[in-house]
Structures are given as C-alpha cells and as structure tokens.
C-alpha cells in the first residue's frame, strides 16, 4: 500500500471519492508514492507523535490539524527559523509522511471527529436531533457534575466552567474545535442556545465576548445557562482516536494506531 492508496480510499470511504477544489487536506511532508509501513493518527503531529509513529515503524501519519503552524502549512515564512529546521528535519530523516484529514473528515457522510467524540462519552442515543450532532438531552445533573464527567471521560485534569456550577442541566450543546466560534457566523453559537433552549454549551475554542458574554450575562440574570470549555485537542482527538478503528478494513493489514496528542497546557 502507498500514501496515495490510503489517501484515496479515505476520502472514497468518507465522501464517496468527492473532493474539494480548495482544501487544506494537503500532504505537508513525504512523497505520495511511498510505501507505507504503518499507519498513526493524531490531532497534530507534534514532535513527540512523530518519535512515538517512528519507535513503533510507522511512516504515514494521518493528522487532524497542520503540521507547521498554520491553517494552510505554508512555509515560506519559516526559511530561517529553527523551530521549523529541526523539525523538519526530524521528519525527513526517518522517512514520515504527514497527510492532513480535516475537510474532508468534517464534510463526510456522517462527521468523523464528532462520530468519535460521541462514542467516547457514549451518548449514541442523546442526539436531540438525529441529523445533527449538536445538541443532546442527558439524564438532569448539574453543571458541576457535568464538568466532572467530562473531565473523566476525556483524560483532563482542569476545565473552564461559565455559570454556576450548582444549575441544573440535561439539554446540552457540543460544538467540537473551532465550531464553538461560529462557523464562519459570530452569532451561531448563541442562536443555537436559544433556539434548541439548551442549558450548556460543551466547547472548543472560546471568544471571550462572544458566546462566554452571552452565557455570562445570562447567568447573572437569572437564567438556567452555562457553559465548559473543553478546548479545540480534548473536542477533537477523540475523533482521531475513532478513525484508527474506522482505517483497519481499507488499510489491507497495515498496522493502525491512534496516538494522542494530548492537551498542549501545563496547569499551575
């Protein structure tokens, strides 16, 4: 199997072989005609992924975000910069292909990063609306209790919570990465609140007077809101953990593993 095979069965298996004229699903290092010896996916190609894909001989990794820095992986600007040099070389002398997965993966028959994000919190059947998955209903809790279970079934040690940990909740939003900035609409977030009345809003990235604003205003009033800031890696690794499992019957025998990129943060 080649990086092309994989490439293409991918996005044939994800999108019917559909794919955009613009995208930045580019391979960002390695040839497309290389022979692939394994394969790792992973939210971003850290330094620290790209040792673990070598130590266990895999030479393709399969990454949700870019490689170097930006959205697009331009390196122009990154001629003399050691960051990028030491990095790239790292990459180049072990012979690792980066591909990036990301248009493609939120624009297939059924989001992928959303379809692993739902099957880590088991929360198959809460879809409030079965065509989209943006917003559930749970068993009542609290906010607090909700934080609580997130960080347990996503591995983290701190969460952000706007709003009183003590309100009650069971109608909630989750809107993975940068879907919590609107999509391309400042106001979606908060239309989305109001008209599927939910009492929390599960996020990735924030603006802070967006979406934080309005759930803040609101708590002060009175009013059953909140919300908790997972971040954009704990929303959308779990996604790339999923599609390990979903790579295995195109991968024709080639080794397969999820290796988590984890949180970027230390916490003080």
Request: net charge negative.
């Amino acid at each position: 199997m080649k990086v092309q095979d994989i490439i293409d069965r991918v996005l044939e298996k994800s999108c019917g072989g559909r794919k955009l004229e613009q995208t930045s699903d580019v391979l960002a290092s390695g040839s497309a005609n290389m022979e692939v010896t394994g394969i790792v996916t992973t939210f971003t190609a850290t330094v620290d992924v790209i040792r673990e894909a070598i130590s266990i001989g895999a030479n393709l990794i399969v990454t949700h975000e870019p490689t170097y820095f930006t959205g697009a992986d331009k390196v122009d600007w990154l001629e003399n910069d050691p960051v990028y040099a030491a990095k790239k070389k790292l990459i180049e002398d072990n012979g690792i292909a980066i591909w990036r997965f990301h248009d493609h993966m939120h624009m297939a028959k059924s989001d992928l990063i959303y379809d692993g994000l739902v099957q880590e919190l088991g929360w198959e059947n809460y879809k409030l609306d079965p065509s989209s998955p943006w917003s559930y209903v749970i068993e009542p809790t609290t906010v607090g209790e909700l934080a609580v279970f997130f960080k347990r079934k996503l591995g983290m040690s701190n969460v952000r919570i706007v709003g009183k940990p003590e309100s009650p909740c069971s109608r909630i939003g989750i809107l993975v990465g940068g879907g919590s900035l609107g999509l391309g609409r400042e106001e979606m977030p908060m239309e989305l609140m109001r008209d599927k009345e939910l009492d929390v809003m599960v996020c990735g990235d924030i603006t802070e007077w967006t979406l934080c604003a309005y759930v803040n205003d609101a708590s002060m009033l009175g009013m059953n809101k909140a919300m908790i800031v997972v971040g954009h890696e704990r929303t959308e690794e779990w996604g790339m953990k999923y599609l390990a499992e979903w790579l295995l019957p195109i991968a024709e025998g080639v080794p397969v593993t999820f290796v988590d990129a984890k949180e970027p943060f230390v916490y003080l």
